[in-house]
C-alpha cells in the first residue's frame, strides 16, 4: 500500500463519521417495524391529526377486540375527538383514498412517497377530493359520528341494531401511519 494514501484514507473516514453525527443531531430517529427494517424518519415531519385532542383510548399493537370486528392487533391509535372535529393532514402529499373501508367505517388515505396516513371513522359528507393535493396542517375532513346510514348493507352494528360508522362503539379518529406498506407505532415517530 501506498504510504501517500494514508492522508486520503483518513479525510473520507472523518468525512464519513461527520456525516453520519448530522443525521442524528439534526433530528432524525431511527424506527422500526421489525428487526430487520430500519427507516430514517424526522419527527417533525409528522403533524398530529386532531388538534386539541390528546387522549389515546387505545394504543397502537395487540389488544382485546373492543367491538365485534374490530381488530386484536390494532394498527394505529384511537383518539377520543367528538364528532365534528377538524381533522388536519398529517404530511404533505395528496388524497389517494376516501370511501368506505370496512371495519375502519368512512376513511381518508393520504400518500407521499412510501408514506401512507389513514383516518377512518370520518364523516363522509366532508370527503375532501380524490387525488387533491394538501399541505401538512390542512383540514382534510371531520370526525365522523358513530351512526351511519349512507353505506348499504353496512355489516357494522351497534348494540341496539343501528347501523355504524364501521367497528366503532362511539366518535373517536383511528389514525394510523404505514411507511413501505407496513404499519408503524404513530407515537413512535411523531412529535406531538
Ligand atoms: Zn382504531
Known sequence: MKLFLIPYIIVILLAIIITVEYFYESGYSMISNNSSNYYYVKAYDYQWPVIGYNTITSEFGNRQAPTKGSSTYH??????????ANIVS??????SFVGFSGAGGHTIKVKKDNIEVIYCHVDSAYYPFLG???DQGEVIGRVGPKNIYDVTNNPYKDSKGNPTNGATTGSHLHFSIKINNSFVNPLNIMND
Open 75 to 84: 394498527t394505529g391509535i384511537d383518539i377520543a375527538a367528538p364528532s365534528g
Open 90 to 95: 398529517s404530511i404533505k402529499g395528496y388524497i
Open 132 to 134: 387533491k393535493y394538501v
